[in-house]
């Protein structure tokens, strides 16, 4: 294919989108991407560019001439920019610098300066502002002159003398006006803004809950300082979905994909809660010693054991799955404690009476021989009370965790499973020890 | 507040989001609910309609009159219209249908016809058609004409006299040339869409990686039939990301949110995986009483099962969770088994050997008196055994299922753990006694 056809490559990479040549030039050795990379139109380059891999992107930077490197970054966005210098070292941040202009400069480094889960981490600076008693005609003027380099001109935002935010327009009303109507009557002035230290998390579930295309940034004092578009709070909303799902497996969060992240890093991430739960479950292991009187009398006690840890486990895990999703997606609240504690002791009332008919169901068939009704009084009354422990554990825990300011990701079935283990053994031997005690 | 001082509400709503005025109005008791409803004024009611839950959505067309229950359907788009209609009962969907006009009426048909997990069920039909040989200002004043009922005018998209999908044009580019360009030469041709019949997730999929605001949708024939927008895009990544999470925590997926299913739907979700896990927990059970003999000779034995088995259980939890969530995102496809598994061994390998270092020296602080170089051997090497096992199963499932057409998420933590259970305690007594026949 790269017989030197330069000419119909150019070709059919100028009728696919960014992200794909993108995808396409992540999968080419070493030496040849900056050729091929090199066939690219300049503004195409850019935007393949801004979606390529960080380490490929630190590999072209290195190839580039400073007058190539000039032009891509000359046409990169201001969040873009950001986000691709977070990734670079210290030697290849000084090189884009020195090719971005001073007003670029500027807003990279104010961006730079926010706390890295803010809103003013993912924002860019580049949007339309309008002044409130511009005429539509005058803001179509505006927009076509100072509109190519903004990352959305469909929202225009309206700032009087201090770049106090009072309004904004969408383009879509300014279309449907008359030319000579003044902004200042047609723009909505009840705006929905966020601060710049506001959590990005909290700003992706805005675009969630409003369907806003774009969303204005302000500081303390209510001054505009940038907007965050639909397309970050989608990377955003995805991140934050990743992060979660792994704490929930029991992993440290890890930013780069599986098949890029290296042995050691994943290993790093893995042991430390690893060793953690381990830990813990030795406690349950204590706890079994102290029973052993118990087991060596009756060895059969012992086989009831998984089956008992892993339900104990499972009922847990989906409660605190149940409350972890609903409070990242707003739809419960520290305050529904004591409705959430309700309804898991009635489900867990259902679901352990269930469970524990087919349980008995089973050691008759099973264990016919062997005093079938001991057996499934013993473990019907565990599995019931483990049951209903894990259903409440896994309903509290997440919610606890958020009142304490922690991730309720953290609150999930690993951490839960090894809780619910330990109360389940105790309950099981001791109904056991009760049971036998009437000496049946 | 609500002492009849309507006009005082009213200008409160006037100032609020949508999505704002329907949470509110969700915590109002039913009698108030279609009294406030009715202070709204005509568009922002059609809004706020959209924005609340079916349940309330349903006690409001009860108690709306004919007129009240037509102003509100007129406004609505035809997505949400169909969105609407899928939660009502026959009845409420025949009085919506008579207040639609008959090419609305067609539209929603249309929609409805198409499967519940496909592209064209999450389309609009409101979308802004051009034709090539338009110029700019004919484009705008057609944009102009019919824009006010479209979901978005920003993206227009060029049809040929077959309705055939040829081109796409945004506002941005027509803002920024000449009123007398023609359409056909400022048009991009190279253009994405997606079928009526492809899977919504991999649409949402592809504003992630695109950043689209709205996407074509088109028949067999290449027919432009509709578009889909971010703002639906977002609601299917969130709804996917929920699905996904919740068959992960072992539940079957909810579409209602947590605090609004009744206690037997949550106990019907939770009880299926539950027996189907309890059953498979037993087999570990059974496994265990064939190694009585060992275990009632050494009954410290016993004390090491919780341990062996939550680690492995994480182990796998671990692995499983990351290659589901590559495979959602696209990031690993099912021909990265080889790599997986290379990968995941030696993560596995690493793991495993700090694991059994640590609990070695647990062993010889805990038991120092009950023969720890004889425990430290047997447990460490399960350990190690355990670790690779499980993340060698959590690593390969995921990508299994996916290969027989079935979820990936399927294959998470709670069913890894009582497969890799049983694993463990096969391998712990099989160790066990293999290491007390050399007699020592």
Redesign the interface.
Known sequence: LDSREFGRIRVLF????P?DIAELLGEIDEQRLPILFRILPKELAAETFVEMDSDEQELLINAFSERELHDVVEELFVDDAVDIIEEMPANVVKRILRHTDSEMRNSINEILRYPKDSAGSIMTTEYVSLKKDMTVSEA?DR??RT??DKET??TCYVTDTDRKLIGLVT??EL??SPYNTVINTIMEK?I?SVETLDDKEEVANM?????F?SLPVVDKENRLVGIVT??D???V??EE??E???K????QP?EE???KTP??R??KN??V???L???S??I???I??NY?AA??AL??L??????L???G???G??S???????LA?D??TPK?IM??MF?EI??AV??GL??AA??TL?IYIMYSGQDPLFLSAVTGLSLIATVVIAKMLGGVLPILAKLCKLDPALM???LI??IV?TCS?IIFFNIALWIMSWGI
């Open positions: 100028t009728a696919m989108e992200a179509f927009i076509r509109g190519v001109i469909y383009v879509k279309l449907l009840n929905i675009f969630d809950k409003y369907d295309m639909f397309d709070a989608i990377d909303i995805q979905n990743t979660d799902i792994q929930m497996g029991a992993l890890i994909t599986y098949l042995v050691w994943h290993a893995r042991i809660w690893l060793l739960l381990m830990l479950a030795t349950t292991g204590s079994i010693e052993e087991f060596t060895p059969i012992v086989a009831f054991i998984p089956m840890m892993d339900t486990g499972n009922c895990a989906q605190s799955t149940m409350i972890i999703r609903g997606l739809e419960i529904d409705k959430i309804k009635r489900i259902v679901v269930i469970l087919v349980n089973r999930a079935s690993p499973t090894t283990d053994v």
